[in-house]
């Protein structure tokens, strides 16, 4: 998939949480939706810095309606933990 319709399409939220995760990190990382996986994370993502890790963040919550506290921050290192925490979340 091209990177450019990956971030002009609409992201499926009845999708699994997972894939709905590693769209919205292809988007923010600027990164092919097929690179990215459980295992993405700053170390193997270039576009992965200290911002687009805060958009990051951000997409997530106001995707997932949902609020994330700084100590679930700080656990989110890679996109595996985001999708973990989000489906905690959405299971409470």
């Known amino acids: 998939m091209n990177r450019e319709i990956a971030n002009q399409e609409a992201i499926d ?3 699994p949480i997972a894939n709905q ?3 919205i990190a292809a988007r ?3 990164m092919p939706p097929e ?6 994370s700053p170390d193997s993502a270039v576009g992965w810095n200290s911002l687009a890790h805060v958009e990051f963040l951000l997409k997530l919550e106001t995707h997932f309606d949902l609020q994330i506290t700084p100590r679930e921050i700080m656990l ?5 933990d985001a999708t ?4 905690e ?3 409470s």
């Open 13 to 15: 939220s009845s999708g």
């Open 28 to 30: 923010i990382f600027k």
């Open 76 to 80: 989110i290192n890679s996109v595996g």
């Open 21 to 23: 995760v590693e769209l």
């Open 84 to 87: 973990k925490l989000i489906q």
């Open 35 to 40: 690179a990215v996986s459980a295992q993405t």
């Open 89 to 91: 979340k959405a299971a």
